[in-house]
């Protein structure tokens, strides 16, 4: 029998919800290009209801303990002296969301002698030092799909929000104002401007499609260029790189990997080339971002305005500058974790675990490392290395 460790964030502050803003999430049964959600032979929670949380269990414990298994859930994930980091010696599979990040570094990687299975619910294994899984031979898969569209509809809020000065706005109403000189004058439209994006895989090309509706010129670059069909649909403008590609762009959303090619690729060199007054919304990994160059971006006006909801670490410390820097529409990792998402990747979960108990393969979609290589998406979209580095500070 085994060990399953899992890794989720705290319930709400309040407790477990007892109700739901809505009775019901759509049923969704294929993504766009044809990929089926996940399909275990059962679940045992009601899709809508909290999962990511401690409460909620990734609704894994009735299959987990029905079949003998120790199922261990924490939320207490960083320092030596953390639960997580306890239970880590037992564990056979370790299980966690990218917005509450199990970091697997190197050295936990060592200490974990039983590990065997790495099962990122969500999308982005970045939190898993990959050479070191690799080299060990372990097996990392993430539920690919099961949030990207939930992902791409809060790029395009963000984009807006930025542009149009909707949280400053607001915060006026809940002061009890009626400021419109305040709110106007940092207020644009996006009509006109030209937005791209780093990456057009799936959270990319959803967001260029759902902009195609503003009629705004796009750009984007990418390691593999898209069909000329879905170029000449979507009125695209192809850049070999981010470097040729932002000095030409008002937005920029960044939709790639973090892995070390990726790692502060923008940085002050970059940030220098875009026009003034650029924008740039990135809910990829916040590593993907020097976090100084963009707060003193924004001080100096070379940003108007920076949104996302990735850090680096998760949690970030209180002193992390992009909690208090200027024109920021930063929130906590949520983009991929609404409920609808949660379902998803919570049966994604289940659906891998039930092809690990059962001797199965599993879909080549859902894989990162297997058999000491990149493998399935890995072997697409990531490259071999760390990325973990710093990690540590999530514990402060
Ligand atoms: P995909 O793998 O579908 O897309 C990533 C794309 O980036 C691929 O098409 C890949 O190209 C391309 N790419 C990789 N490296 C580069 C590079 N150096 N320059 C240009 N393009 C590059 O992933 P998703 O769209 O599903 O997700 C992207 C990332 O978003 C995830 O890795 C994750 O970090 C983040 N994410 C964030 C979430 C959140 O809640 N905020 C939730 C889900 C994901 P190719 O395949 O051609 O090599």
Known sequence: MSTVLCVLYDDPVDGYPPEYARDEIPRISSYPGGQT??????????????????????GLRPFLE?????????????????????ELTEAE??????????????????????????ITAGIGSDHVNLQAAIERGLTVAEISYSNSIS???????MILALVRNYIPSY???????????DCVSRSYDLEGMTVGTVGAGRIGLAVLRRLR????????????????????????????????MVPHCDVVTINVPLYPQTEHLFDEQLISTMKRGSYIVNTARGKICDKDTIARALQSGQLAGYA???????????????????????TPHISGSSLAAQARYAAGTREILECWFENRPIRDEYLIVE??????????????????????????
């Open 37 to 58: 959600t996940p399909g275990p032979h059962a679940i045992d929670f009601v899709p809508g209801q909290l999962l990511g949380c401690v409460s909620g269990e990734l």
């Open 66 to 86: 029905g079949m003998g298994h120790t199922f261990v859930v924490t939320s207490d994930k960083d320092g030596p002296d953390s639960t997580f980091e306890r």
């Open 93 to 118: 599979v370790v299980i966690s969301q990218p917005f509450w990040p199990a970091y697997l570094t190197a050295e936990r990687i060592a200490k974990a002698e039983n590990l065997q299975l790495v």
């Open 151 to 157: 992902v791409s509809e809060h790029v395009v809020m």
């Open 171 to 181: 915060q006026w109403v809940v002061k009890g104002g009626w400021n419109i000189a």
């Open 213 to 244: 509706a503003f009629d705004v010129p796009l750009r984007y670059t990418e390691r593999h260029r898209l069909p000329d069909e879905v170029e000449r649909e979507l009125g695209l403008t192809f850049h070999e790189s981010a470097a040729a």
């Open 308 to 330: 996302g909801d990735v850090w680096f670490p998760q949690p970030p410390p209180e002193e992390h500058p992009w909690r208090s820097m200027p024109h920021h529409g930063m």
């Open 371 to 396: 058999a000491g290589r990149l493998a399935g998406s890995g072997a697409h979209s990531y490259s071999a290395g760390d990325a973990t580095r710093g990690s540590e500070a999530a514990g402060r």
